[in-house]
């Protein structure tokens, strides 16, 4: 078989096998005999769903704490079929992390359904959450604490709103793990404090949004604090409309726009009167319209070529940092274009698996030179007007006499309306849609994190951030 394509290392392979054990198809492999005690585990649980059955909560109890969620998962719904009265008190009494707190789903679940009254759920609520603050957060791993943080949430979704005390109590708990070092994490947390009206929360999240490198994340922030009404000062108010002027440059499906001015309308319906007029310019500012070369608010590093980094990237790419890499790949734009680990744009190639197409060079020289070799997929239209004018971009849509071209990748929105009747010259562009001198304002070490992260497929785990001379 061959590799390579489009200027990149090309080289023939033929792959054969020297040895002595059998090249004969192997023989199907029968699962292990702790797998199939699981699996038929997880079926005796499934046995339980669907009605209330004697011996169900003996069988599924055990369970609810188990490693594997498909099991603690059926665990929890057998119980959850299981009348009320005969495990209530048995799942507030729990004392095993992982099982409380699928016990604690499951009764926020059952008894919100239940429809009690007011002061029944009230009181119910106020024991589920004083259950859940029995869990040790830092025992827990990041599946633990999205579980926990889940428990809480359905404990005030299906219970009703919680009480001023209750909603202090948890604030006082999650505000000062917020943010922590997981992005999932951090979703659910803003969510939850948002929820309760912490305070500093707006503070806190508005550096989220801010930071965040995809455009995924920052809608997410944007949208948990659309409908706070407490907590915020002009300031924050002002920054956070701003966002929504540089979102249009975000991209989406057809109801992409649409989606993020729910979530500004909401927002302003948030807004006092004294709000709505101090906020007026803000309100009515247009979206921005994005310069490439302006983009990046860093100072200039250095002019970076691929002979001076290449020693670096063969010698020094381990041991890297998987979060500022992918930190400085939104940083340097690359999530407006490109889909990397399921996050990003869509307009450039998928960057998924470039790390396993391309050798170290060829990524450098892509990353410093992008018009030296441009895939055809990707390439960009030269227009040469009757009137002299040049017209540089993608084609996204021919109607009729009409070409409407995109010229501004990171502002999809700018586009140049051109008729079949002006053009004189219509040709392949030599040059890239990919800016040149994205890297020039990062360091050495942050443009080696990109690229072991660029290598690593989105995996954190990748041999480019194991310790050195593991």
Partial sequence: ???????????????????????????????SSEVAKLRDARHKLESFHGEPQAGAIEAAWPYLG????????????AVE?????????????????????????????????????????????????????????QS???????????????????????????????????????????????????QLLVYVEAPGVVAKTLDLLDKAPTQEQQIHYAFCLRGLESGWTLDQRRRYFNWFNQAAAH?????????????????????SADEKA????????????????EAIQREFVQKWTVDELLPHVDDQLTGRNFERGREIFGAALCFKCHRFANDGGIIGPDLTGVGRRFNSRSIVESLIEPSRVISDQ???????????????????????????IITNML?????????????????????????????????KEEILDLIAYLRSGGDPNAPEFAAAGK
């Fill in 251 to 271: 991209r989406g499906g057809m109801s992409f726009g649409g989606f993020l001015a729910n979530i500004r309308n909401a927002a302003i319906q948030t807004l």
């Fill in 278 to 293: 101090a906020l007026a310019e803000t309100l009515a500012a247009p979206p921005e319209k994005i310069d490439p070369a």
């Fill in 81 to 137: 079929h299981q009348p009320l009265k005969q495990w209530q008190s048995k799942a507030l009494s729990e004392q095993d992390p992982r099982a409380l707190i699928t016990a604690m789903v499951a009764l926020a679940r059952v008894a919100g359904a239940q429809h009690p009254d007011e002061a029944g759920a009230r009181e119910l609520q106020s024991k589920i959450v004083e259950a859940l603050g029995r869990v040790d957060w």
């Fill in 140 to 190: 827990l791993d990041e599946q633990g604490r999205l579980e926990l943080l889940r428990a809480y949430g359905l404990a005030f979704t299906r219970l009703g709103s919680p009480s001023a005390e209750i909603k202090k109590t948890v604030a006082e708990r999650f505000a000062p793990l917020f943010p922590s070092q997981s992005q999932f994490v951090d979703r659910e947390l803003c």
């Fill in 66 to 77: 188990h490693e594997d969620r498909f099991l603690r998962f059926a665990a929890r719904i």
């Fill in 1 to 31: 078989f061959t590799i390579g394509g489009r200027r990149t290392q090309s080289g023939l392979y033929r792959v054969t096998y020297t040895g002595e054990e059998s090249t004969s198809p192997a023989e199907k492999i029968e699962a």
């Fill in 411 to 443: 502002d999809p929105s700018s586009q140049t309306q051109l008729k079949r009747g002006q053009i004189e010259l219509m040709r392949p562009s030599p040059l890239s849609m990919m800016p040149e001198g994205l890297l020039d304002r990062f360091t």
């Fill in 378 to 404: 990707y390439q960009a239209t030269q227009f040469l007007t009757d009137a002299g004018q040049t017209v540089v971009g993608r084609i996204v849509n021919l109607n009729g006499d009409n070409i409407m």
